[in-house]
């Protein structure tokens, strides 16, 4: 099935014509066959509170989800922590002792796939979108995903994207076309900050600015480096996009300030209309060529960008929606994409692993067990520390749920997600979920079940290369992975193989789909010639003998080797 | 100079005969021509403080100093960590909650060495205990070094040591000839549960008990296997040393809980009479056998020890200071000696570096930087995460000085503690320390300056070979010591070497003493005909071309490697 481009017939198309129960992991039915009778009962009174609660507000409870990238458990919430790696997140962490601090939140192992997840409810293998897109990766969101942003649409709610979208850069990837209301969004990363003359003049080692550079005496070929991209797109939902200001430093350096107010904005606006709103506030964080003054003790990228920017940020939510009066109202989730850049870092930049070993791009639990927290005054118990299994694609489900949109999610593709309104609302140990499937791009790295972990692969292949062998663990007492119990645990193997079989066969019945490529940057209203350029051929290559842009279509063909992958440890 | 082996008469010698100020290291003497003016205000305020505490309960206040082993920050105190790791200590989290967490408590890399430190207020190096006693190590703590039990005996003090000693197996080396009224104590470590003969029947690999194993048709040497030696000995001042029980696994089984009743007898006790105490009960906390019910979630020797064992002790404790009315006057510190046993650890031991890089053995953060917690109701202000160095010989000479007895610190040596009552009294910000000379083995393996790091050999010599060359690091930001940076901090050169250089020119005038070696387990009342034996040759050996005990007094000649030096990185 595909979809139009427009996201808003998309949209109306996904919700009406694809109703029916969710359709689930194989795992999650083991699980529901055991404790669906519990969980029904447990229902009902969560149903209730929810009921309350809509009387007295008069609408479902708005939705604030702020994600940021490359972060440690721990760096944030944890003051023991941070009092050691110099950073003081003060808004981040009374929202923590106000709220939820999840102590197992899982995500994907990178930025594109870790967003895709949360915006699908699906593990990106599942919708190809498991690559970390790059400059010109020609490549994102598929229109036949349904959304979060199209779900709770079709359920009243007001929907704004703000900030580091990074999931694609294809026309029909771009936020505003996948159900949200109002966007501004990058396509790319923080990368972003490096493709820029500012950077260019400071290290001189890139080459996209050749004007700043000698002229190369060897150079045959003026088509090899890619000439045009966009830093900063915005649209309203099934409406045209436009560029944002121009791809320079300057630009790059506005985008979170601006994200921030149009959050606020849009969070005053949909209050006093009194209409339910989404709203994913996504920060850039922190520049690759940070200029601004430090403000963290840890002086660095990560540190500065967490409580420099990220944290008063947060509290500037907390702030106006209690000034609105409708924080007992609002469900905010604050957490990090994935595990820091523990692989090739830049020099300094604060990335670390804190008490997990492994970091983004890795399947280890430093590469997808971040710091994650949950606020709802009045809701949540302040002060939970949740011990409890819980994945970034449960986020879909849950705020479908709670917006009384449960029945817009689409019912012929396996949703990963898990309804976890019972863990919000109820805490500690009333999790729906004991097990997740982690992928390290298309390969399935590794598979967690309650306290154990069973690595399907050699653990670090990126890494240090520490020979361990693909083994099962006991994460409790070796956090960081480093001693496969062969002996102890081999009576798991059997366990292990038959969950892996039954999460296999289940995608016989339900495929994966492969990526998605096409021409970036098309459909922009205010292109500039070197983005318009990207739809055709340089003239001088004309007269090919192939198709000088048949290869876009083929990018999925790529082999991938988490090894050999240099989106992987970047 | 040298003091008489009985402890009795060594103290008054010391404490008598070395009157002056304190020799510190080079390195305060910088901080203090800066700081020394601010410093002496601050003392005043202190000493009004703990004068008023004296007026109203008629002693100087007591110490309680609990320190286990081979624990990584937030194992211990953090909760949100403790939830991943599968423990949870309430008794000590809430001394935590009560009191202060120390986020830079500082130990010496291993156990002997970190007890010898808190013990002499000295770097292991100063007084040859830098090397981990082992079976039979024949060495042990020099009669002429001044303990922290012979200090505070001359305040007034009563003074008892419960538990693991590890201090050594020559005579002169026993902890009730070391200062101690009353002692109970190991001269070794946990590695007594595996010389038994249960663990010899559950494993058969050691071969001590040689009755349990096939004749061996190749075996020539009956001397070569240690034969006798002493599982606790016990004592009181100066008197004569006695076994307690023997060397089974139920004996070793029993150590713990004979400690605790006896260091509890003793508060109860000393606190009657009304007479100041120090007691010391640095706990064996689990067995390389573990037999009993498992208690923790993370089922495994370090958790279940600390949960198990530990953690209901220090209850025990607060609660009997309570019941005593002397909780107010009495400051708790409870600690561990030094980083999780990262390197070699049995399997499922449950053993796992958390924040930092490397463990016992590594002068790694990893290795050094410990969970370690202070309590003090009414003095020490609750709720305190502080943020300052610390360094475990600090304890020698903080206790000193709340005991009033800093003038029988002898003055002819360096003290490497720093007296930190301000740090205790007046909170974060107000330590006397900004620097650390962190040993492994003999050699010096790094030095820490503020929020920097200077490794002075390669940082992983023992541990997976991360290939990292010496160098500058930024903590706070890569508190895994993975990336020297050494562009960026490459100013500090020239600093760290004059404070080395500064450091090492001291120890012309206040020279190093080398290992102390004898003959082990002598002087013991009741000594088993095996562990006399030790003192004499086997009959067998004595008509050989050499003295066959000549040996013991070169083993201080043996070259030291810490890659091949089987005491680091087990």
């Not at 989800?65 to 972060?71: E, Q, R, S």
């Not at 598929?142 to 999931?167: C, D, I, M, N, Q």
Request: proline fraction near 7%.
């Amino acid at each position: 099935m595909t979809k139009p481009l427009s996201g808003l017939l998309a949209f109306v198309f996904a919700t009406s014509a694809l109703a029916g129960p969710i359709v689930h992991d194989a795992e999650y039915y083991v699980l529901e066959a055991q404790n669906g009778k519990r969980w029904a009962a447990e229902d009902d009174g969560l149903r209730a509170r929810l009921s309350a609660l809509r009387e007295k507000f008069g609408t479902p409870p708005n939705i604030v989800h702020i994600m940021w990238d490359d972060t440690a458990y721990g760096d944030v919430g944890i003051p023991a922590i941070q009092k050691v790696r110099g950073l003081d997140t003060p808004h981040l962490n009374r929202m923590a002792r106000e709220g939820i601090l999840f102590t197992r939140m899982y995500t994907e192992v990178g930025c594109t796939p870790s967003r895709a997840a949360c915006m699908t409810g699906r593990h990106p293998i599942r919708n190809g979108m498991y690559n970390i897109g790059m400059l010109r990766e020609s490549h994102g969101l598929r229109a036949e995903e349904v959304t979060l942003a199209e779900v709770l649409s079709g359920a009243g709610y007001a929907t704004a994207f703000h900030g580091k979208w990074h999931l694609g850069d294809i026309e029909e990837s771009y936020a505003h076309l996948q159900g949200f209301d109002e966007a501004f969004f990058t396509g790319y990363n923080q990368i972003l900050s490096l493709w820029t003359r500012q950077a260019e003049q400071a290290n001189a080692t890139m080459g996209l600015f050749e004007d700043l550079l000698p002229s190369d005496p060897y150079k045959l070929d003026d088509t090899f480096i890619t000439k045009g991209w966009v830093t900063v797109l915005e649209g309203t939902k099934g409406g045209a996009a436009r560029q944002w200001l121009d791809n320079s430093y300057a630009t790059y350096e506005k985008i979170d300030a601006e994200a921030q107010d149009r959050t606020i904005a849009f969070i005053e606006k949909k209050a006093k209309a009194k209409q339910p709103f989404y709203v994913a506030n996504w920060p850039m964080m922190a520049s690759f060529m940070p200029t601004a003054k430090k403000v963290s003790q840890g002086r660095s990228l990560l540190q500065d960008g967490l409580q420099g920017n990220v944290d008063p940020f947060v509290g500037r939510v907390m702030e106006v929606l209690n000034d609105l009066g409708i924080a007992e109202n609002t469900l905010l989730v604050c957490m990090a994409d994935n595990g820091p850049m523990a692989h090739n870092p830049p020099p300094g930049c604060g990335f670390a692993e804190t008490i997990f070993r492994g970091g983004k791009g890795d399947f280890l639990e430093g590469g997808v067990r971040v710091p994650a927290q949950a606020w709802w005054p009045g809701t949540i118990e302040p002060g939970q520390l949740v011990g409890d299994i819980i994945h970034e694609v449960d986020l879909f489900t849950t705020f479908a749920s709670l917006a009384g949109a449960t029945d817009a999610i689409p019912a012929d593709r396996v949703i990963d997600g898990i309804d976890q309104t019972a863990l919000l609302l109820n805490g500690d140990t009333h999790s729906r979920r004991d097990y997740v499937f982690i992928y390290a791009g298309p390969n399935l790295g590794a598979t967690v079940k309650g306290p154990y972990k069973r690595h399907w692969i050699t653990s670090d292949p990126i890494g240090e290369g520490s020979g361990i062998a693909a083994g099962f663990f006991f994460l409790p007492s070796d956090t960081r992975e480093k001693s496969p119990m062969l002996v102890n645990l081999i009576h798991l193997k059997t366990p292990f193989n038959r969950m892996r079989i039954r999460h296999e066969l289940w995608k016989k019945k339900y495929p994966d789909s492969p990526e998605k490529h096409g021409i970036p940057w098309t459909g922009i209203a205010n292109a500039t010639p070197e983005v318009k350029a990207l739809a055709s051929p340089p003239a001088v290559l004309k007269a090919l003998p192939f198709d000088p842009l048949e290869y876009v279509e083929h990018l999925d063909e790529l082999p991938f080797d988490p090894q050999a992958d240099p989106d992987f440890g970047e």
